[in-house]
């Protein structure tokens, strides 16, 4: 059976009447509509019953979020498949192709899309506004914090602001790789027509898009005021918005363990003919790594906030001291999820920098197998470290010993990548465009966040630095300094490649250094804060640290103005700049062997891999990717949700 | 140099027939070049391990604080010139291996195709397991060093809530917002809160430990000097967070004693717990 459609146009092509209803008419909107009446309908039915018990208010707060995300949910259409499959009658072919985004143009971005470009570029929007929020949060801490007893915010909605900054950063941060990247690019890299499990793609998207408004609304909730470490008891006795704070997190682990489980399946059964995991390419390698560590990590958050929520709305305690429960069990969960998080957060995004690395060093990558065996080690090590948060809350003295042994010896395959990466510069022709700026950057600022954290790894030291800002300014300059800047490496490389745009690099490199010297003279000064012994997470603080926090606060302004700066370089090329060809870089990797901007169907034909994409001045220098000729009586399907051919309805 | 000129400085070639090894001298070649930034901003590295931490932490009023500081100055200087490898590569990639010209148009020529070196990777792993050996061996010592208990300790109950530090002498009967130490005496902090989670931060004495709902945890030090510190609350804990704080000094056991009386203790049991003698 041929479909006798150019695949190009894929998108803009009509398609058959023979389904539709109401599936068709979902979008965004309809999504919010419903999760704002389930929410309301959910609210009135527990205003009515449970208003005035003991813990009602909790309980409503909790049953309105729920019935948010359901609703929106259903609205959107993430659900639809199943349900429709649990009624007896499964989708058909042309809904099938409706889903994956046949036949709507630009109208398929605000929808429930099973290609893994439109959740790819999905996810990006979706992470810059998250990155909007969270900045907007800090820059609000830093105003505060302008002077000692400023009044711009009130303690209690400084606190509020710290919680959001650092969660809504967390949850930006584990998706800023995972999301655009894992899911546009990963599956072309490898030579598959999407990911494995596309619908549950999309509903990893949408599911995350739901758990959002709770978060936000966590400020009308009267505020988290617990930090996003939530530390119980404190977050056990927390106004109703730690109820809306615990279901974002709730719904968000569910979002993060759908989309890893889509990575792995897809890395592990996609690959095209000749993809041997010897070949992979090393971002495949990292986010298969995240992947697999996000699966390990993000249960424990779960069964946190589970316990968290029927602590507060149904009197279990789990955290409550006197009554049989501890705030250390919380920690101990927390950090189980929090430590493997950080590696989630950076392995990704260091995978994409070495692809720049690699392209922009004309190089091939230095030491493939050990900076993958690498990446392997720091996600076994990342499992057994979390204590090293818990050194000074007085639990289990004897294991701080051994919680530091595991934690500096982390550093040693953190070493390996560097060695990765200076081995790759070593001798090469360093093509010094913008994405190689921020992979330079991204090791200026690693190395500095990764002594840092030797300092910390170190229990007497930590005795003095624990719960002050040396330890902000520290993982801000892993986090944001080393993740968030080697993911802007990566948007800066596959920016052509998913909008079709070159990036106005004029205008980028002024973002690069706003952003390079506002990173260095904000964290400087909270290293300098932190010194002199000033504790976090504070709005008003003593006089003696009022230099330092000038120095943070200025390096603040400039680094959000950089931010500012480089969002400007996008939007401005998205509209002026000269169209991308297939391969600007001149890179060896497969998603460069397809068209820009890459059509539904990624490949006409199945490609076959002979060679790692990093042959760069190799003597006998073979294509990495044979293309066959076009098979005409070959079927040109762009996702389907599974490989079986589809009964297609009637027929 | 330019790009695009082959580097001088391969792995010296067997000759055959007549051809040269490479003879320029060591500074002119791009690893003696590496060398000299290496060996520049390893000592900056080092001078800044040295006085960085001297001037902007504050004055630490024990052994346990100066052990701190020690820490500090001891990992810098052992990764100055680790970091300073990584920097100094970095630094020079961009002067001596950049590709110049039109930066619209990637290289003419690749990069030579060197896929890994095993020599390298052992040293390079060789060296950091032995720098990771010997802050452990810092790290532990100095740690198992400071959970010993003495003789002759002062005890003293911490109490907090939201949001005020209490500090209760036992035998004396005082109870106060003022934590004062005597100098040169062990003392050991009993640490707990009534409501949530708060951390008691002696900062000026290097200790640390969490103030837990329902459970003591204990920390020791022995101030060695005289001053003054403040006491403050380094776990987030509610709407005052920031206000949480307590001043508190080290004076000598005359002084203690005084104090101690003046805050209601009889003297016998002031003298007792300042260990004055008659």
């Not at chain 1, 889903?99 to 099973?114: I, S």
């Not at chain 1, 996000?294 to 029927?310: H, K």
């Amino acid at each position: 059976m041929t479909v006798d459609f150019a695949p190009q146009l894929l998108e803009d092509t009509p398609i058959g009447p023979t389904a539709g209803g109401l599936y068709r008419r979902q979008n965004v909107w309809t999504g919010l509509a419903a999760g704002i009446l389930l929410g309301f309908v959910a609210y009135l039915i527990s205003h009515a019953t449970l208003e005035g018990s003991n813990w009602g208010t909790d309980m409503v707060v909790t049953v309105t979020m729920v019935g948010w995300v359901v609703g929106f949910n259903l609205g959107v259409g993430t659900f639809n498949a199943p349900l429709r499959w649990a009624l007896g009658h499964d989708q058909t072919y042309d809904d099938e192709l409706y889903a994956a985004g046949v036949g709507q143009g630009k109208k398929r971005y605000y929808k429930f899309c099973t290609d893994h470009k439109v959740v790819g570029t999905q996810y990006l929007v979706l992470v810059v506004v998250l990155f909007g929020i969270g900045g907007t949060l800090a820059m609000m801490m830093r105003t505060q914090l302008i002077s000692p007893h400023s009044s711009f915010l009130s303690a209690n909605a400084y606190n509020a602001i710290v919680s959001i900054h650092g969660m809504c950063m967390i949850i930006a941060t584990i998706i800023m790789v995972t999301g655009p990247f894992t899911n546009f690019i990963m599956p072309i890299m490898i030579g598959a027509k999407d990911m494995a499990f596309p619908r549950l793609n999309a509903m990893s998207f949408w599911v995350v898009v739901s758990a959002i408004p709770p978060l936000l609304a966590t400020f009308v909730l009267g505020g988290v005021d617990a930090g996003w470490t939530t530390y119980a008891p404190l977050s056990v006795q927390a106004p109703p918005a730690m109820d809306a704070f615990a279901i974002t997190m709730i719904v968000f682990v569910i979002s993060v363990t759908v989309s890893g489980v889509n990575t792995i399946v897809t890395i592990f059964t996609m690959r095209a003919k000749g993809m041997t995991l010897g070949r992979l390419p090393i971002f495949t390698w990292a986010s298969l790594v995240g992947a697999a560590l996000s699966i390990y990590a993000m249960p424990a958050l779960l069964i946190a906030f589970t316990s968290m929520i029927t602590d507060r709305v149904t009197g279990t305690s789990f955290f409550v001291a006197g009554q049989g429960g501890t705030g250390w069990l919380w920690e101990n969960a927390f950090w189980i999820f929090g430590h493997p998080e950080v590696y989630i957060i950076l392995i990704p995004p260091v995978g994409a920098m070495l692809e720049v690395a690699s392209t922009f060093a004309r190089k091939p990558l230095f030491g493939y197998k050990v900076t993958v065996a690498g990446f392997v080690a720091i996600a076994a090590l990342s499992i057994m470290v979390w204590a090293h948060h818990m050194f000074t809350t007085g639990w289990a003295p004897e294991l701080a010993g051994p919680f530091m042994v595991t934690t500096e010896i982390i550093s040693i395959p953190t070493g390996i990548i560097f060695l990765c990466l200076i081995g790759t510069i070593w001798k090469g022709r360093i093509w010094t465009r913008l994405p190689m700026y921020f992979v330079y950057l991204f090791l200026w600022n690693f190395i500095i966040g990764g002594v840092t954290g030797i300092y910390l790894s170190d229990t007497p030291a930590d005795e003095y630095f624990h719960g002050d800002m040396f330890v902000t300014a520290h993982f801000h300059y892993t986090l944001l300094g080393g993740a968030m800047i080697a993911a802007t490496a990566g948007l800066c490389y596959w920016f052509p490649k998913i909008t079709g745009k070159m990036l106005n690099e004029r205008i980028g490199k002024t973002a690069f250094w706003l952003i390079a010297i506002g990173i260095q003279v904000t964290y400087f000064g909270m290293f300098w804060e932190g010194f002199e012994g000033m504790p976090r997470r504070v709005a008003f603080y003593d006089p003696i640290f009022q230099h330092a926090n000038d120095m943070a606060t200025g390096g603040a302004y400039l680094l959000m103005l950089g931010w500012l700066v480089l969002l400007y370089a996008g939007i401005e090329s998205l509209r002026h700049c000269r169209t991308a060809p297939a391969n600007p870089w001149h890179s060896k990797t497969l998603e460069w062997k397809v068209p820009t901007p890459v059509p539904l169907v990624n490949f006409l034909v199945d490609p076959v891999v002979t060679s790692d994409p990093y042959g760069y001045g190799e003597p006998d220098q073979v294509e990495p990717v044979v293309i066959p000729p076009p098979d005409p009586d070959r079927e040109l399907v762009p996702n389907l949700s599974s490989d079986k051919p589809l009964a297609r309805g009637d027929e | 140099m330019s790009s695009d000129q082959p580097v001088t400085d391969d792995p010296p070639v067997l000759p055959q027939g007549d051809s040269i090894i490479p003879t320029r001298p060591f500074f002119s070649r791009p690893i003696g070049k590496i060398f000299i930034i290496w060996f520049l901003m390893t000592t900056v590295g080092v001078l800044i391990g040295i006085f960085a931490p001297h001037h902007l932490m504050p004055t630490f009023l024990t052994h346990e604080g100066t052990d701190v500081w020690r820490t500090m100055v001891l990992f810098t200087i052992l990764a100055a010139p680790v970091a300073a490898v990584v920097y100094a590569v970095a630094a020079y990639s961009l002067v001596g291996w950049r590709h110049r010209g039109n930066q619209d148009e990637p290289p003419p020529d690749d990069g030579p195709p060197l896929r890994g070196n095993s020599t390298v990777t052992a040293i390079w792993l060789g060296t950091s397991t032995v720098l990771v050996l010997i802050l452990l061996a810092w790290g532990l010592t100095v740690y198992s060093a400071e959970d010993v208990s003495h003789a002759n300790t002062l005890q003293i109950n911490v109490t907090g809530q939201q949001w005020l530090w209490t500090f209760q002498y036992p035998g004396t009967g005082v109870n106060t917002r003022t934590l004062v130490l005597p100098v040169n005496r062990p003392v050991q902090f009993n640490v707990t809160s009534v409501d949530v989670t708060h951390g008691f931060w002696p900062a000026a004495l290097g200790v640390q430990v969490d103030a837990n709902p329902g459970v003591v945890t204990v920390i020791r030090a022995t101030p060695d000097k005289l001053g003054t510190f403040t006491v403050r609350c380094s776990q987030l804990c509610g709407l005052y967070h920031s206000f949480m704080y307590a001043p508190g000094s080290v004076v000598t056991s005359a002084k203690f004693s005084q104090w101690l009386q003046s805050q209601g203790a009889s003297t016998t049991a002031a003298e007792a717990a300042a260990f004055v003698k008659k």
